[in-house]
């Protein structure tokens, strides 16, 4: 029962990790599951020790201390460092419990041989057929029971046990052979679960360290030039243009700045499930022209000429324009970063049956073929992509806004093979 409740709380160690980093709102429910059957698995151990004074202290004691555990939990801003001290707090004690456990089952295997040394004393004072019989069909099968006991709390290979005609010696072995099987099964269950939980906390910390480290890294240089272009204004008391570029410069470093920020939470929300869509009639061919005016600029101040084309019917689409404009931009912004200076990026409107879309097609060196089917995911960013910094959410934003549309989004290398085309397609409204 220890064992039991110390992979419970590896699990909701595990669980809540996901909870704080990611806002996963499946492992809200694992964690929810989780402490239940911890709960659980207290009371089942209360009625199993028995009521002595001691031990209903211990079991007030350890309901204590889960109870602890579960307000660190539901605490408005809770610490993973505190969670994850509580549940190695517990987890220590229930370790010492099976300690204690393990000792009280090797002071029976050791009962268990003084009787079988008594029962062989016994045995010589009887006539030898009967001692033999005896023997093989008590002695034997009780001495394999205690060498097979030995053999599990090691967590030997275990030999099969002999047989007896003794009825009373048969239904004891068959009622071992039972509970060995049943123990060996459930270890290996929890082992394997253990181990899943294990790799499943170590994915969620590598993603936690990369997530700090691109997040740090992108938001470092929008600081960066805004702190040195108003050390620059700083020193222009009299020049009216050099502030108004400072201006501007710092302008369209806090509007990147924005938008990144505003990328991270919408993603954060998303993967909760926490993030509401409006539904109204949308003009998907209106709504791309004013994400290209708005882009025109900042495409501009990368070197990058923004082109627009085939938007002059309307597609009627029904979303949120709020969130299709942020769709839109994600894909600018990654066309931008690939094209090269003096490249044009096109933004092109497609009509097809059923579908509306909208197409972006850089410059850049385009995506190599094993790497496409990943430039969607989180964090996740081709050789080139890596080179060039950021973050990876931009794409993998788009994808999550169209899907939330019933849309479809998808990425090929042109047919010349110099840039991408990004395609994003909606069901057009009827």
Not at 1 to 23: G, S
Not at 235 to 252: G, K, S
Not at 266 to 293: I, N, Y
Request: aromatic content about 4%; glycine content about 8%; hydrophobic content about 45%.
């Amino acid at each position: 029962m220890a064992q039991k409740q110390v992979l419970l709380l590896a699990r909701i160690d595990a669980e809540a990790a996901q909870i704080l980093l990611n806002h996963s709102s499946a492992a809200q429910n694992e964690l929810s599951n989780a402490v239940r059957a911890y709960f659980e698995s207290i009371s089942a151990e209360t009625a199993l020790i028995g009521g002595t004074e001691p031990e209903l202290r211990y079991q007030a004691e350890e309901e204590a201390n889960a109870r602890y555990l579960v307000s660190l939990l539901r605490s408005g801003s809770p610490a993973l460092p505190d969670i994850r001290a509580m549940v190695r707090h517990i987890a220590a004690k229930e370790n010492r419990e099976a300690e204690v456990a393990t000792q009280a089952a090797r002071q029976a295997q050791s009962d268990a041989w003084r009787l079988i040394l008594a029962i062989s004393i016994v045995l010589l004072a009887l006539p030898f057929g009967g001692a033999v019989f005896l023997w093989r069909h008590l002695v034997k099968p009780l001495e394999a029971v205690a060498h097979a006991t030995q053999s599990i709390a090691r967590e030997d290979g275990r030999k099969p046990l002999p047989g007896s005609h003794l009825s009373e010696v048969r239904r004891l072995i068959d009622h071992f052979e039972n509970m060995a099987e049943a123990v060996e099964a459930k270890v290996a269950a929890r082992t394997r679960e253990l181990e899943r939980l294990n790799q499943k906390l170590t994915v969620t910390d590598q993603r936690r360290r990369l997530f700090l480290s691109k997040v740090s890294h992108e938001l470092r240089t929008p600081v960066t030039v805004m702190r040195g272009e108003a050390e620059v204004a700083l020193r222009f008391d009299d020049n009216i243009l050099a502030l108004r570029d400072a201006l501007h410069q710092i302008l369209d470093s806090n509007l990147f700045l924005e938008r990144r920020l505003d990328d991270l939470l919408t993603l954060a929300r998303a993967e909760d499930g926490a993030l509401p869509l409006r539904s109204s009639p949308v003009d998907l061919a209106h709504l791309a022209q004013q994400v290209g005016k708005s882009a025109a600029g900042f495409a501009s101040a990368s070197g990058v000429r923004l082109e627009l084309s085939s938007l002059d019917k309307p597609m009627p689409v029904i979303g949120d324009p709020d969130r299709l404009r942020q769709a839109m931009l994600a894909l600018i912004d990654n066309g931008v970063k690939f094209s090269p200076p003096g490249g044009t990026l096109r933004l092109s409107g497609t009509y097809e049956q059923g579908e509306v879309g909208i197409v972006v097609t850089d410059e850049g060196p385009g995506v190599a073929e094993s790497e496409l089917e990943r430039i969607f995911d989180p964090y996740a960013q081709g050789k080139a992509g890596r080179s060039l910094g950021g973050t990876g959410l931009g794409l993998s934003l788009a994808r999550w806004i169209v899907h939330a549309h019933a849309g479809g989004i998808s990425a090929f290398n042109r047919y010349d093979g110099e840039g991408l085309c990004v395609s994003l397609r909606l069901p057009a409204r009827a």
